[in-house]
């Protein structure tokens, strides 16, 4: 009543412009509260985020690669609350197993001149320099809002995998986990569509890991002692 009061008689410039960034500080909270409040978000792959995240690679190597993937894995589909306070109500669902898949190939493709082939199955395995496995580990996200002292939201994936270097039997020579940490996007206020920044990050998130994973099959000799990257053929 008292800030009322003083408002109605005018009060100091001061105080006046410290209630009305309180004010709106709230009013932000509420939308952001109201909007993401108890609501079931859906994703998809997304082709253009994809492209997006693509980008040159520092060094590559000649060869084709074989991506083996299993059709469980292709058919996984996350569906789970974000790790924050803010917007915990929420349910986001995504098809983590086909971005993941078509980020294989892209990530790939961008190191080894020869491009990437995805396949569920080992066949032709010796027309194939490098034949390797993807897997997701773990997936989390938030609507992080506590690093923008609640008047905005960052959101923010984090992505472990697993890739394995195969032989053409299919067995397991080479094996390393990749973690991408918090990968953030750009801060918002209010966004009717929040899965999108956070399935925007994903695609970002599994290309730059997946990328990573290329890059070090292609030098593993010197990383890993013996080579099971195969020679080129003539």
Same mark, same amino acid.
């Given at each position: 009543?008292?800030?009322?009061?003083?408002? =109605? &008689?005018?009060?100091?410039?001061?105080?006046?412009?410290?209630?009305?960034? &309180?004010?709106?500080?709230?009013?932000?909270?509420? *939308?952001?509260?109201?909007?993401?409040?108890?609501?079931?978000?859906?994703?998809?792959?997304?082709?253009?985020?994809?492209?997006?995240?693509?980008?040159?690679?520092?060094?590559?190597?000649?060869?084709?690669?074989?991506?083996?993937?299993?059709?469980?894995?292709?058919? !996984?589909?996350?569906?789970?609350?974000?790790?924050?306070?803010?917007?915990?109500?929420?349910?986001? +669902?995504?098809?983590? %197993?086909?971005? =993941?898949?078509?980020?294989?190939?892209?990530?790939?493709?961008?190191?080894?001149?020869? *491009?990437?082939?995805?396949?569920?199955?080992?066949?032709? =395995?010796?027309?194939?320099?490098? #034949?390797?496995?993807?897997? #997701?580990?773990?997936?989390?996200?938030?609507?992080?809002?506590?690093?923008? #002292?609640?008047? =905005?939201? +960052?959101?923010?994936?984090?992505?472990?995998?697993?890739?394995?270097? @195969?032989?053409?039997? %299919?067995?397991?020579?080479?094996?390393?986990?990749?973690?991408? %940490?918090?990968?953030?996007?750009?801060? !918002?206020?209010?966004?009717?569509?929040?899965?999108? &920044?956070?399935?925007?990050?994903?695609?970002?998130?599994?290309?730059?890991? @997946?990328? &990573?994973?290329?890059?070090?099959?292609?030098?593993?000799?010197?990383?890993?002692?013996?080579?099971?990257?195969?020679?080129?053929?003539?």
């Amino acid at each position: 009543m008292s800030v009322l009061m003083e408002k =109605a &008689r005018g009060g100091a410039p001061e105080e006046n412009e410290s209630t009305r960034s &309180r004010l709106y500080g709230r009013v932000g909270l509420v *939308g952001i509260v109201l909007i993401l409040g108890g609501c079931a978000h859906t994703a998809s792959f997304n082709q253009s985020y994809l492209a997006a995240a693509r980008h040159p690679a520092a060094e590559t190597a000649s060869g084709k690669v074989l991506v083996k993937t299993s059709e469980q894995d292709d058919a !996984y589909v996350y569906s789970g609350h974000p790790t924050s306070f803010t917007g915990h109500g929420t349910t986001l +669902t995504i098809p983590l %197993g086909k971005i =993941a898949k078509e980020a294989s190939q892209a990530a790939f493709s961008d190191v080894f001149t020869g *491009g990437a082939d995805l396949s569920n199955e080992l066949k032709s =395995a010796s027309d194939y320099r490098v #034949i390797v496995t993807p897997k #997701i580990v773990e997936f989390t996200y938030e609507y992080n809002q506590l690093k923008n #002292i609640g008047f =905005a939201i +960052t959101p923010t994936v984090t992505v472990k995998l697993k890739v394995q270097l @195969l032989d053409v039997n %299919g067995n397991s020579k080479w094996e390393r986990d990749y973690d991408s %940490g918090a990968v953030e996007g750009p801060s !918002y206020m209010l966004d009717t569509s929040p899965q999108e &920044r956070i399935s925007k990050l994903a695609h970002k998130a599994l290309y730059e890991q @997946l990328t &990573r994973a290329a890059s070090d099959i292609r030098t593993e000799g010197s990383d890993a002692g013996t080579s099971t990257v195969r020679p080129e053929k003539p």
